[in-house]
């Protein structure tokens, strides 16, 4: 094990202990996204890998660039608001067990979102003639299913997901209702797994969970450990149907790992977080031309229905410089290859900057569409080391979704007393 690999895992390890103190916040934004960050460095100077590389310095100063670009924009909210008095979490749990919520206008909401999300998930049905999950080739079908235009509202399964779990977090209810939530929750779960499409399923999971830490007492920092493995098990689950006929040891073999196949279990987990360093330390060095904003905000150019054109007119490579079938770059490499230097340096930093926003804002004025905005910042975080989730039609789609159905929903006449 590498110096840089075993610091990396030491500063994991006190990170997590020190959440573990009474008050402290394990989902603040500095600590998510130093957990996420540190823990990949540690895992791909590992180099468990034949793929991987040692890295250049250029390639190490691009990466650090954007890590601290983020750390900046964190610590000027921070030292603006040092004097600023933040709720203590214990008492923002009991502040979201008031009536903050208009249960009819929510109820109705969502109801109205769930009949959208079933109408679109019937009429691709209907027009494709299949679901990913039951056709002959379900990776191939999960890239082409969908039709243009309704296509996106499937994704509005994540919006209700989160919706309908604040819904029983905040409103008092009869239990046999509460149980016909839990089962909706389940059933747009299902339904929306055999899209078999994992990575809004992730974003409702962690987003759930940072609401039920800051809402109430349901989520403990060593209950998080639990849905960490249901996160894995996630991931796991939709490979398993994506590459069925793939056993782990061919897995281990195409990964070019240095250990013996009978560790062939944790390649995948593996090499899903370390290449995507591998790739953007690699790829910062080779390239020659920038893209100007495309890659960064291309939600833009997908709504517009001329991402492709605009690709296929300058004859774009949406995956350069690949050594193997990796092919993510963490969300650093669209800042880079837009903008190159000045984009990996301010980018990041807006993004620090507007979480940390909304983090203060979480903690001194407490309400349904600040709660909501913060839990989706910390899977923005989560996800960090893996895509550019600012550049996702979906993400953006969803985004819009909750923070309008939330403004709608609060009860803007409750105010916290200090």
């Known amino acids: 094990m590498s110096a840089i690999s075993l610091i990396s895992f030491i500063i ?3 990170l997590l202990l020190e959440a573990l103190k009474k008050e402290s916040d394990l989902f603040s ?7 996420i960050w540190i823990s990949a460095i540690g ?74 999300y079933t109408g679109s998930y019937l009429a691709n049905y209907l027009i494709e003639g299949f679901v990913p999950i039951f056709s002959n080739d379900p990776a191939r079908a999960r890239g082409e299913f969908g039709v243009f ?42 339904t929306y797994f055999f899209l078999l499409q994992r990575f809004n399923l992730m974003f409702a999971i962690i987003s759930v969970l940072a609401f039920l830490y800051y809402s109430s007492n349901v989520i403990k920092p060593r209950y998080v450990v639990i849905f960490i493995l249901v996160i894995v098990g996630l991931m796991y689950s939709v490979q398993f149907f994506r590459t069925a006929s793939v056993a782990s040891t061919y897995l281990n073999k195409i990964a070019h790992m240095k250990y013996n196949v009978k560790y062939a279990v944790f390649t995948e987990p593996y090499m899903y977080v370390v290449m995507n360093l591998e790739n953007f330390t690699r790829a910062v060095e080779k390239l020659d031309s920038h893209t100007f904003g495309f890659y960064s905000f291309n939600f833009i150019t997908s ?48 993004m620090g900057t507007i979480i940390s926003i909304i983090y203060n804002k979480l903690r001194t004025n407490p309400n349904l569409m600040n709660i909501s905005a913060y839990s989706i910042c910390v899977f923005v975080i989560f996800i960090s080391f893996f895509v550019n989730i600012i550049g996702l039609l979906h993400f953006f789609f969803n985004v819009v979704v909750i923070m309008t159905i939330t403004k709608i929903a609060q009860n803007n006449f409750v105010k916290y007393n200090y």
């Open 12 to 14: 994991v390890i006190a």
């Open 29 to 35: 934004p500095a600590r998510v996204f130093s957990i």
């Open 43 to 116: 895992l791909a100077e590992l180099k468990l890998s034949w793929l991987q590389h040692e890295w250049t310095l250029y390639g190490w100063g691009m990466l650090l660039i954007g890590i601290f670009s983020f750390y900046l924009g964190v610590f000027i909210v921070f030292v603006i608001n040092l004097n600023r008095p933040m709720i203590p979490i214990s008492r923002l749990r009991i502040f979201y067990s008031e009536n903050v919520v208009n249960k009819n206008k929510f109820l109705i909401l969502i109801a109205i979102l769930f009949l959208i």
């Open 149 to 190: 235009g309704i296509g996106l509202l499937l994704h509005a399964a994540t919006a209700l997901i989160i919706l309908i779990a604040e819904y029983i977090t905040l409103i008092k209810m009869k239990r046999i209702f509460k149980y016909f939530l839990i089962f909706l929750i389940l059933f747009i779960f299902v």
């Open 303 to 350: 709504l517009a229905g001329v991402k492709k054109m605009i690709a296929e007119y300058l004859h774009l490579n949406n995956f350069p410089y690949l050594n193997s079938s990796f092919n993510t770059y963490t969300m650093f490499w669209d800042y880079f290859r837009d903008f190159g230097v000045f984009g990996l340096s301010i980018i990041p930093f807006l």
